[in-house]
């Protein structure tokens, strides 16, 4: 299973749900464990509509009601106007059944139902369907969330996140934003020679201010559809910080640009967590030993029980082949973690040096091809975007000029 299109995290609200079986009670219990559910204040209940009937004569009306239901059509459409007189005007219902069947579906929706799903289908259709229910309609997109994280300090995250956002923004042409969320150490201002006025600190120090306007007036533009949203790079920015503290940015954030590539710093706070489970893609670099081996497969399997619904994180190995250094192979890795790297980095010490001394991405320094091909298997990875075609005119431009020159 997995989401292959973005779906930004629920907003706080509340929901009910109402199953008739155990397997689909396994199903709905996945559901209202994802991730992107985090902000949701959910119960589950066995017993369909009449349970449902029961509860609400005497509990709350949720915001949402999700109901599985077993019913002939009669008995359905009775039980539904029932629950209507109990529901709010606001209160969205989505039913579950098993009769795929147009006119009942027409049915549903003209008696004010908000979806109808079909058995069989996955949490993650379930977790989409919810959301559309909530999308904003003012809001051009929801953008998709890249987070790049190491399984070690020092591994190369903050290189490699900057330069997969630059690939990202020149090799599939569209918009990108980099946020580089290590407050008080974060190094994405110096790599692209950028001295930012306001940074990452001044959403978070004022929450209640944050929208999509506010999250704009704070990005510096790196190049054509690259923007930076920079730490402030101070050490007394750092602090403990709460588990959502960057929800209202990343909620913005979401309407601005169809790719965000976040830089995590090593660590494994409440906050770091809560991002990583909410993203889209994860990129996890690591470098060929066995620190970064065990740290790895505990992060996976972390992963991969939190995120049922999801892809696989990317793995990137990071500075291999280093002189004299003994290194556990790619294909021991791949066996120990189950998961075949994205890409292979070779250890590069003057090229990395290099641009990093002078404020340079990878792309723009010397000898950097090689790394530039990789870097372009990883965004082709996480975007599911190949490299462009050339424009056929842009490459004949210049010989139709010589040839005009020459006849004119």
Not at 128 to 141: C, E, M, N
Request: hydrophobic content about 50%; proline content about 6%.
């Amino acid at each position: 299973m997995d989401m292959k299109h973005s779906v930004a995290p629920l907003p706080h609200m509340t929901m009910q749900v109402f199953c008739e079986d155990e397997e689909t009670r396994a199903l709905l219990q996945m559901v209202i464990n994802d991730p992107r559910m985090v902000r949701v204040d959910a119960g589950l209940h066995q017993g369909g509509l009449p349970s449902a009937l029961e509860a609400f004569r005497i509990e709350p009306i949720p915001n949402l009601i999700i109901i599985e239901t077993k019913a002939e059509r009669d008995l359905l459409f009775q039980e539904l106007d029932a629950l209507a007189e109990l529901c709010e005007e606001t209160t969205k219902v989505i039913v579950i059944g098993d009769m795929n069947d147009v006119q009942l579906y027409r049915a549903l929706m003209a008696r004010g139902i908000s979806d109808y799903l079909i058995h069989p289908f996955e949490p993650a259709d379930l977790v989409r369907a919810i959301a559309a229910l909530y999308a904003d309609p003012a809001q051009r997109l929801v953008g998709r969330v890249i987070a790049v994280t190491g399984a070690k300090g020092g591994c190369g995250v903050s290189t490699l996140a900057h330069n997969l956002a630059l690939t990202m923004a020149r090799n599939i042409r569209q918009p990108v934003i980099l946020i580089d969320l290590d407050l008080p150490f974060g190094t994405a201002g110096l790599d692209f020679n950028q001295e930012p006025h306001s940074t990452l600190a001044d959403a978070i120090e004022a929450p209640e201010r944050v929208d999509s306007v506010f999250v704009e007036r704070l990005l510096v533009r790196c190049e054509d559809n690259l923007s930076l949203l920079a730490a402030p790079a101070m050490v007394e920015a750092a602090g403990d910080l709460a588990a959502d503290v960057f929800d209202p940015v990343l909620d913005a954030v979401r309407s601005l640009a169809p790719y965000i590539v976040l830089d995590m710093p090593h660590g494994w706070a409440d906050w770091k967590r809560r991002l990583l489970l909410s993203s889209e893609d994860i990129v996890l670099v690591c470098e060929p030993d066995l620190a970064n081996l065990r740290n790895a497969k505990n992060i996976l399997e972390f992963m991969r029980k939190q995120r049922p619904n999801d892809l696989n994180p990317r793995l990137v190995l990071n500075k291999a082949g280093m002189a004299r250094r003994p290194e556990i192979s790619a294909s021991d890795f791949e066996r120990g973690l189950a998961l075949a790297p994205t890409a292979i980095i070779p250890h590069e010490a003057k090229l990395f040096g290099t641009a990093a001394n002078n404020g340079q991405m990878l792309a723009d320094t010397e000898g950097s091809a090689k790394i530039g091909e990789l870097l372009k298997a990883v965004c082709a990875a996480v975007t599911g975007v190949g490299a462009p075609k050339p424009d056929r005119m842009a490459l004949i431009a210049p010989l139709v000029a010589k040839l005009r020159s020459a006849f004119a």
